[in-house]
């Protein structure tokens, strides 16, 4: 293996960890408020890295910057990937971290983190054990790579400028909810 | 940290996300793919399974697309992306002020209760971003910012089901 391709991973893997113990969501506590609607760094996080993200890709491709065709896209299966992501809910708000997140929180001396790296390891063991009688179920309702403007039949950037308006939207909401008496 | 010394405040979140957001750009342009954090577990589960029988993990239909002969898991590129973010977690913790040990937990709540609700909520997350093909990383950052479908569906249904469970933990936090 060659030097760079040892350098970048670990790299953008140091910038990722940083970023996220900067936010604070190294702490499960900081994390539920998410869910007991007292603290919505989660939301604010997740919803400013994806805004920035998006709007740094779109505007680079449409400049000729970079060809966004080469990055690769998640392809989509609807029915898994919606019960994967209530089962994946269901996971985070009983252990209070993600998987991302309970790495940081190990690093950083929480050893509840690193009983949730324990479970994840067991949990994705266990059902690449059992992956043959799931295997029909994880292949079904396949529909490739599918981005949000074929399905409302917009534009790329309508879509973008949607999604920056919800998360606008949904930034005024928190910042009001927190406020609250 | 010195005796006494107070942790750092975190960074405001909008700033911290501008800068997830553009470590996540980067990486889509250098790399061409994004951030991932559950697909480094499934490589290095299986790295075991191919460390216990190689046959089986040939044959399995999920360790197979990650392990294979010639495959080293310490190659992959979301192992060593991780163990990056271990590094930097400890590192940006250090520097705050913030490294220490502990179990963070609700007042009432027991050092091996929190650990085995870790555990098991850890597992079911596993399994779910088997099925998903991700997590929080890998399809709601990743996905979502380049407006895949299936990543915004990942998203709307974990946040349903953390929410849906959430007035059961809601005591435990205090």
């Keep these: ?181 | 940290m010195t005796a006494g010394s107070e942790p750092a405040r975190y960074a405001d979140p909008y700033l911290a996300g501008v800068g997830l957001g553009l470590v996540l750009l980067a990486s889509y342009v250098v790399a061409g793919r994004g951030l991932g954090a559950s697909g480094a577990f499934a490589s290095a589960a299986g790295g075991l399974v191919q460390a216990v029988s190689p046959a089986y993990a040939a044959a399995n239909g999920y360790f197979s697309r990650y392990v294979g002969p010639g495959v080293s898991v310490w190659q992959d590129w979301l192992v060593l992306e991780i163990i990056g973010a271990c590094f930097g977690g400890w590192l940006s913790a250090r520097l705050a002020g913030r490294v220490r040990w502990e179990a963070e937990r609700g007042a009432d709540v027991t050092i091996p209760a929190r650990l085995m609700f870790a555990v098991l909520g850890g597992a079911a997350m596993g399994i779910g971003a088997v099925l998903a093909r991700g997590c929080t990383s890998g399809q709601a950052l990743t996905g979502g910012a380049l407006l895949s479908v299936g990543s915004w569906i990942f998203m709307l249904t974990a946040f349903a089901g953390a929410y849906a469970l959430s007035p059961l933990i809601r005591g435990a936090w205090r």
């Design chain 1, 1 to 181: 293996m060659t030097g760079s391709s040892l350098f970048v991973p670990l790299t953008v893997g140091l910038a990722f960890g940083v970023a996220l113990e900067r936010a604070g969501l190294g702490s499960a506590r900081k994390l539920i408020g998410q869910f007991t609607l007292t603290d919505f760094t989660v939301f604010k996080v997740m919803f400013s890295a994806i805004v920035t993200a998006m709007l740094g890709s779109f505007w680079l491709g449409r400049l000729g910057l970079i060809d966004l065709s080469a990055v690769y896209v998640p392809e989509t299966y609807v029915l898994p990937q919606a019960i994967g992501g209530l089962v994946f809910g269901i996971g985070f708000v009983v252990s209070g971290l993600c998987p991302g997140t309970s790495c940081v929180a190990a690093a950083s001396g929480r050893i509840d983190g690193l009983a949730v790296v324990g479970g994840i390891f067991v949990g994705i063991l266990g059902t690449g054990l059992a992956f043959p009688s799931i295997q029909s179920f994880y292949d079904s309702t396949s529909r490739g790579t599918w981005l949000l403007p074929d399905v409302f039949h917009l534009s790329y950037g309508a879509a973008v400028l949607v999604i920056v308006l919800i998360a606008l939207g949904g930034f005024r909401l928190v910042e009001y909810l927190e406020c609250r008496p």
